[in-house]
């Protein structure tokens, strides 16, 4: 499977006018949603050609599904049809007669796609972000590429998922850092980000969120617990999240809040 930050630049280079212009029009949120749709699109294709490989394994590595394919197909052999019509017919019946005897497997094996695409979300949406990051030549570290343990060295926990521009800045001054964290959906999870920003003893920290179901009563604690929050354009527009100043856009992180961080360390 691709990684979801090789399917952004796969995006970018296959829809280079499109996705450059919205770049140079900093219209970053209708990136993130076209980068995420196009990226799925092509976890789905790479999906079906891993499940052909998958079912085709089944078939020859497992005793039942051996036997099925070979009482059927000695069925099929054994009517002598010559009617193509009719052989197409019969060919139906059997691989609807397999799919039932095999659906146990079926089963698990869907079951595997569902769990791997909610994993995928998050990673997707977090790989989007990285490949942004080095598009604007942001310098960032994330837990991904120096390891868990250096964030923990920093008394940070898995919530964090990048610190920006370095891990030395945030050894040097956290307050002139951004820390960020990134939820592709809040629901109730955006209360560890709350934990974090108390256990971590962190001035506050920027959470990035692609969510566009954000309540009031949400926003309000989120803003009173020191978390920013980063969402699409058409999120931050609305009338209840317009006015707050704990609340901004794509927009206004990558091109306000980094370029201010960024600056201050390239004096």
């Known amino acids: 499977m691709s990684s979801p930050k090789d399917n952004a630049k796969k995006a970018t280079k296959e829809h280079s006018k499109k996705v450059e212009k919205w770049l140079q029009d900093k219209k970053i949120s209708q990136v993130i949603i076209y980068l995420r749709e196009f990226a799925y699109n092509e976890y789905l294709k790479e999906e079906a050609i891993f499940n052909g490989v998958i079912l085709k394994e089944i078939s020859s590595k497992f005793d039942t599904p051996k036997e099925v394919i070979k009482i059927l197909t000695d069925k099929l052999i054994n009517e002598n049809i010559q009617d193509s019509e009719e052989i197409r017919k019969r060919l139906v019946n059997l691989v609807g007669d397999y ?74 001054r956290r307050d002139k850092t951004i820390i960020g964290s990134m939820k592709t959906t809040l629901r109730e999870r955006w209360q560890e980000v709350v934990e974090e920003v108390s256990r971590s003893n962190i001035p506050n920290i920027y959470l990035l969120t692609v969510d566009d179901d954000i309540s009031e009563s949400k926003a309000i604690q989120m803003g009173t617990h020191n978390i920013v929050l980063v969402v699409l354009d058409y999120v931050k527009k609305q009338s209840h999240l317009k006015d707050k100043r704990s609340i901004i856009d794509f927009e206004t992180y990558f091109f306000e809040e980094i370029s201010t961080i960024q600056h201050y360390w390239s004096k």
């Open 99 to 172: 799919a039932t005897h095999i659906s146990p497997y079926i089963y698990q094996l869907c079951l595997s796609n569902t769990q791997s695409r909610r994993s995928r979300a998050g990673k997707t949406f977090e790989g989007i972000i990285y490949y942004l990051y080095e598009y604007f030549n942001y310098s960032f570290d994330s837990q991904t590429k120096v390891g868990k343990k250096c964030f923990s060295s920093l008394g940070l926990g898995k919530v964090v998922d990048s610190i920006l521009p370095s891990v030395e800045a945030f050894n040097e």
